[in-house]
């Protein structure tokens, strides 16, 4: 029964489920303008709440010129009625079409007027349904794009090797371990 019981730990060591932060990429072109950076969740799988985004990091270029918004300079908003914001292993989602009016805003920087709002109403300064990006005194919208229904807007950086590295090396010790017992008891 022991013996049993080492090659489930081992197996556990080599396939852990510990949920990790994941970071998603997102290069986004409402309009003339643009989005570059990253959003970090703490790993969640499936609908996502304001409490789960724990940093940020975005460039918005628009109205010929640029700025960057983070946890340092800018705050995060989410406005959730439903399930319109969620995750998966690869993509973070969102439901344009949601009928809550669901948004999340990233606002702040230099009078913090720059933003990124992803909406499914026209709750972030009067944009449609979809990205809006502003860089401006006045916080008005300047570069909206359009979107419907269920969309991914951001993909999963993928996952550095030293991390994997670890787990496949705390495996393979912890089986060596369990080898090493089965000489010794017999």
Do not use: H
Request: charged fraction near 10%; proline fraction near 4%; hydrophobic fraction near 40%.
């Amino acid at each position: 029964m022991l013996k049993g019981i080492g090659a489930i730990a081992a197996l556990a060591l080599i396939f852990g489920t510990s949920v990790q932060a994941t970071t998603y990429n997102l290069n986004l072109t409402p309009g003339t303008g643009s989005v570059a950076g990253y959003i970090q969740t703490d790993g969640t799988v499936g609908q996502l709440v304001g409490g789960n985004i724990m940093d940020w990091s975005l460039t918005i270029t628009t109205n010929g010129g640029f700025e960057t918004i983070d946890m340092a300079n800018s705050a995060m908003s989410y406005f959730a009625g439903s399930t319109a914001l969620s995750a998966t292993s690869s993509q973070l989602i969102f439901d344009f079409s949601d009928p809550t009016g669901d948004f999340l805003l990233f606002q702040g920087g230099t009078f913090s007027a720059t933003f990124l709002c992803v909406q499914s109403s026209s709750s972030c300064g009067g944009g449609p349904p979809g990205f809006s990006i502003g860089r401006a005194a006045g916080g008005g919208n300047t570069d909206n794009e359009a979107v419907s229904g269920e969309v991914a807007f951001a993909d999963a950086a993928p996952v550095p090797l030293p991390a994997a590295g670890m787990s496949l090396v705390l495996g393979l010790a912890g089986l060596g371990a369990l080898a090493r017992r089965r000489r010794s008891s017999v």
